[in-house]
């Protein structure tokens, strides 16, 4: 198969390397010339749980324009440039193209919708991941748990779920159709929710969060407000107990440092819209108060503010 990437970030080089190892033709889009120029001349090297990989045989470009022709697009940016990703491509490919988005928190599927026939929209969760990109054409990965995929209409043929699930496998990822994906989305958002934002305005990885009862608690009150909005929402959690169920996750990452957080350290804008940031306006229309995801906001928008200025 001829598969695009479309973000070749930490997570987006992993996806591409494996889809490579497999033995497709894979195309990488990424703004980062440095980035592109490096997997051309000398190809992608990832370092992970299971060893080393050499990708030397991805076309890398910055030019969306190189994408028409593909099996499947798989678009791997950060949230808050999905929309902008989605809008370029639109016109490069066929409508019956299949798109699969994964991003973190919530709306990837709405904006896709915005543009494309969602019988033809795989949403995806990246569970048990944990990616840096430690420098032009090099990414180091320390857990690689799986990837689940589902659709968010019936029509999409289960085909085309289950061709992309045979080639994420054959590169080594443990890749699986997940029948309520919209489940799934919320139920990583939790976890999302409780360490991202936390961790990025006290400055500390995830153990550090975990091991502070003061920080810990705020971080388990932005949960509980997301927790009770997707309640409210009628999502059916897969848990009886959040608390535990992000508590595991917590001590589970261990000592790693959420992307926001990175993203925050380096003065670069963050996925807060679509993480804490997602939940006080389906709050609101709930009537449902959120303070410490509107605190942790206030915060980050503030930050993101004066690197503009």
């Not at 299971?50 to 022709?69: F, Y």
Request: glycine share 8%; hydrophobic share 40%.
């Amino acid at each position: 198969m001829k598969i695009a990437v479309i973000g070749t970030g930490a997570m987006g080089s992993i996806y591409a390397a494996r889809f490579s190892r497999a033995g497709h033709e894979v195309i990488a889009i990424d703004v980062w010339e440095p980035h592109v120029d490096q997997i051309n001349k000398n190809g992608l090297f990832i370092e992970g749980p299971d060893g080393q990989i050499i990708a030397k045989n991805i076309k890398a470009s910055t030019n969306i324009l190189d994408l028409e022709g593909c099996d499947f697009y798989i678009i791997a940016t950060k949230a808050m440039n999905l929309e902008e990703s989605i809008s370029n491509l639109k016109d490069q490919i066929a409508l019956n193209s299949t798109i699969i988005t994964i991003q973190n928190g919530l709306g990837a599927g709405d904006i896709i919708l915005r543009h494309m026939p969602k019988n033809n929209i795989i949403l995806g969760v990246a569970e048990g991941f944990g990616a840096s990109l430690k420098a032009p054409g090099h990414v180091t990965h320390t857990a690689n748990k799986k990837i689940r995929l589902g659709s968010i209409s019936r029509k999409l043929r289960e085909t085309k779920l289950q061709d992309i699930v045979t080639a994420w496998s054959a590169g080594g990822l443990k890749t699986e159709i997940y029948e309520n994906i919209e489940q799934l989305i919320w139920e990583k958002l939790l976890c999302n929710v409780t360490l991202s934002g936390p961790c990025s305005i006290f400055g500390c990885n995830v153990k550090q969060l975990y091991n502070n009862d003061e920080y810990w608690e705020f971080a388990l009150n932005c949960m509980q407000e997301a927790y009770s909005v997707g309640l409210a929402r009628g999502v059916p959690f897969s848990f009886e107990d959040p608390v535990v169920y992000v508590s595991d996750f917590a001590k589970r990452v261990g000592s790693a440092k959420p992307s926001m957080l990175q993203d925050f350290e380096s003065k670069k804008k963050t996925e807060i819209d679509f993480i804490n940031g997602a939940i006080p306006p389906l709050a609101a229309k709930l009537k449902i108060p959120t303070p410490f995801n509107d605190h942790i906001c206030r915060i980050i928008y503030d930050a993101e503010r004066q690197i503009k200025s």
